[in-house]
């Protein structure tokens, strides 16, 4: 079936250092949606990418859709500790459902 | 606008018992989706509902079954429990007629069965 693989599962940083997950999808994807989870919290929105190879950011968050629409990144310029949590992808594979990354697991050292 | 709700919040049930958990969606959203989380398989789609009509199922067995009601409100039942069920259900409503957009989620509903 389709599947959508994010890594790495965790990475922990120190505050300030740059953090990236990458997602891949088996399949072309209509968009890709990024959700972050705090611990303890649901997955909230972040944002969302339609077009091939578009670039949006928000402050220090940057997002990318690949060419094919099969992948997808998300990279955190200078993180704070209010980064911490886990991020989500998830995409439509044609009309299907809603497939969601493993996610990746944000820890922050102070 | 008030966010999605799910209640109850916390349900601890027995091995063979059943469970009904219930979503309100943000008013004027008419899809509700319904995942399980957990922290070894994250979040599996269990099915989603559009104007009281299942639209998509996930890969889970019959004994999960849901429904919508006309004002969007969705209730999600689990028969005959098992150990394997304890997990956080999560509902998410889309104001998207395709479901397949921005999801706004519930804070979940954590079940334990013991």
């Known amino acids: 079936g389709q599947q959508v693989m994010q890594i790495p599962q965790y990475q922990h940083v120190q505050e300030g250092e740059d953090f990236t997950t990458y997602c891949n999808s088996s399949t072309t994807l209509s968009n890709i949606q990024w959700y972050k989870q705090r611990p303890g919290g649901h997955p909230v929105f972040l944002i969302q990418?339609?077009?091939?190879?578009e670039v949006k950011k928000q402050k220090r968050l940057t997002f990318q859709f690949g060419e094919a629409k099969k992948n997808s990144s998300l990279h955190i310029t200078a993180t704070q500790t209010t980064d911490v949590g886990t991020y989500f992808c998830a995409g439509p594979p044609g009309a299907q459902k809603l497939v969601f990354g493993q996610g990746t697991r944000l820890t922050i050292n102070p | 606008k008030a966010g999605v709700t799910q209640t109850p919040r916390y349900l601890i049930k027995t091995r063979g018992q059943q469970v009904t958990l219930s979503c309100s969606p943000i008013?004027?959203?008419?899809?509700v989706s319904w995942y399980q989380q957990t922290p070894g398989q994250g979040l599996q789609f269990l099915f989603e509902y559009f104007s009281e009509t299942q639209r998509n199922k996930g890969n889970f067995p019959g004994r999960f079954s849901g429904r919508q009601f006309s004002n969007s409100r969705s209730e999600m039942n689990v028969s005959t429990l098992e150990l394997g069920d304890s997990a956080l259900y999560l509902c998410?409503?889309?104001?998207?007629?395709?479901?397949?957009?921005?999801?706004?989620f519930g804070p979940g509903t954590r079940l334990t069965v013991l």
């Open positions: 990418l339609v077009k091939s190879g």
């Open positions: 008013s004027g959203h008419r899809s």
């Open positions: 998410a409503s889309s104001s998207f007629s395709d479901g397949y957009n921005e999801q706004f």
